[in-house]
């Protein structure tokens, strides 16, 4: 008689893990800048390009960038996706939003910054889907209280 196999059991749980990120000199100087309501690039002495985030060395040169210039709170959509469900660590207060990626006027292609579009109602999907476009141009809205991070950075809006 063959022996008969037991399923494999599951418990379920849910896990989170606290942890710290040092950030080094080059972020640290990028996020003060956030709160002044500034966009701090660095700019690759070889190449000439400009890098938002701002990086310590060229990922094309692999040369140090030690020169800081301000950016444009303006750019373009090059991504977006509107995101209408729950998933871990978002509540449903938080949703529906619109995550995006923004290339800034003057910084060069390949870098752009990671965030959200707001400013108007984006419950209204009819409306989301007339107002963001890939190309629209948008303009940072600053949180009042800023500290240093990227959710300094309260939303960036549609200029129309």
């Known amino acids: 008689m063959a022996e008969q196999k037991e399923k494999p059991r599951k418990v379920a749980s849910m896990g989170m893990v606290p942890y710290e990120m ?3 000199p080059t972020w640290t100087r990028f996020f003060e800048g956030f709160k002044e309501k500034k966009i701090l690039g660095t700019k690759c002495r070889k190449c000439g390009r400009i890098l938002v985030p701002a990086r310590p ?3 094309r040169c692999f040369e ?3 020169e800081w210039v301000e950016v ?3 750019g373009t959509v090059v991504t ?3 995101v209408n469900y729950t998933y871990f660590g978002v509540t449903p207060d938080m949703i529906p939003v619109i ?3 923004i290339k800034l006027d ?3 292609c390949g870098t752009g910054m990671w965030t959200q579009i707001g400013g108007f109602d984006i419950k209204d999907f009819e409306l989301v889907t007339k107002k963001v476009k890939v190309g629209a141009k948008v303009r940072a809205v600053w949180r009042r ?3 240093g991070n990227f959710r300094d950075i309260d939303y960036w809006k549609i200029i129309e």
């Open 80 to 82: 977006w996706s509107y």
């Open 72 to 74: 444009a709170q303006e």
């Open 145 to 147: 209280k800023r500290q």
């Open 106 to 108: 003057g910084v060069d």
């Open 57 to 59: 060395f060229c990922p």
């Open 64 to 66: 140090p960038m030690e």
């Open 99 to 101: 995550g995006a990626t």
């Open 22 to 24: 040092a950030l080094g």
